[in-house]
């Protein structure tokens, strides 16, 4: 089934309205007059807004559901949308639940902020799922190396964010561990976000560098022969030499 279809189709679950080719949804007006054949850019549906930011309904991202159910449980904004606040105050609902929420919610027109705002929060990956290694210890012996990189940078190949980090680091020491260590939870934006480039760029362990062994299984090269001493001529018997 297309996203086109599901667009179309999750318009009559909000309620439409309207007459010759204009459809009221909402606040917003949806010409469809002239338009030929099946377009996926009608409407927006929350999957447009955070293309590649969804969490997915795979085995292997049960644990991101989990971790985001246990988000919602302890929500205490006020600023969830009636049918989240539900699952929130459910003292039966699962993570599973939550899940469907999110997997329903990607194909819903784009209308409510707080429930936009809600999808990014409990439906959107953090940057921590995106980038692997980051370093999770505070001991800023753990930042050595992470710290003397970013110390070394020249300033114009830098962000605004860690420029001044760069400048903190003269006289603290923690500057960029408190920084990296305050991310892991943020949004991920896509891999040309900001603050995706710094955290990838500047907080994950720095690998050690493995010294060259010779291989073993390499041919050894042939000893240097040494050339033979040349064969001394025998003298006849009875020579008086």
């Known amino acids: ?43 927006e549906v929350v999957a447009d807004r955070f293309k590649d930011r969804l969490v997915k ?56 902020e707080t429930f936009s705002n809600n999808v990014e929060q409990y439906c959107t990956l953090f940057i921590k799922d995106q980038i692997g290694s980051l370093i999770t210890e505070k001991s800023e012996d753990k930042w050595t190396e992470n710290n003397s990189v970013l110390e070394k940078k020249d300033k114009k190949s830098l962000s605004k964010e860690m420029k001044k980090i760069q400048e903190e680091l003269k006289t603290k020491k923690n500057a960029l561990s408190t920084w990296c260590l305050g991310q892991h939870d ?11 480039k710094d955290v990838h760029g500047f907080c994950r362990k720095i690998p050690k560098k493995t010294p060259k062994t010779p291989d073993s299984k390499a041919t050894p090269a042939p000893a240097e022969s040494k050339p033979k001493a040349a064969p001394v001529a025998s003298q006849p018997a009875g020579s008086g030499v």
């Open 1 to 43: 089934m297309s996203l086109g279809f599901l667009k179309l189709a999750s318009i009559g679950a909000v309620g439409v309205g309207g007459t010759a080719g204009t459809v009221y949804l909402g606040s917003k007006v949806v010409d469809f007059s002239g338009v030929e054949g099946e377009q996926d850019d009608l409407v």
């Open 57 to 112: 309904d795979t085995t292997k991202d049960k644990s991101k559901w989990d971790v985001r159910f246990q988000k919602l449980k302890q929500d205490t904004s006020g600023k969830l949308h009636t049918s989240l606040k539900q699952i929130k105050e459910d003292n039966q609902s699962k993570a599973d639940d939550l899940k469907v929420w999110c997997t329903d919610a990607y194909i819903k027109p784009v209308e409510d």
């Open 186 to 196: 943020s949004f991920y934006k896509g891999k040309d976000d900001s603050t995706y």
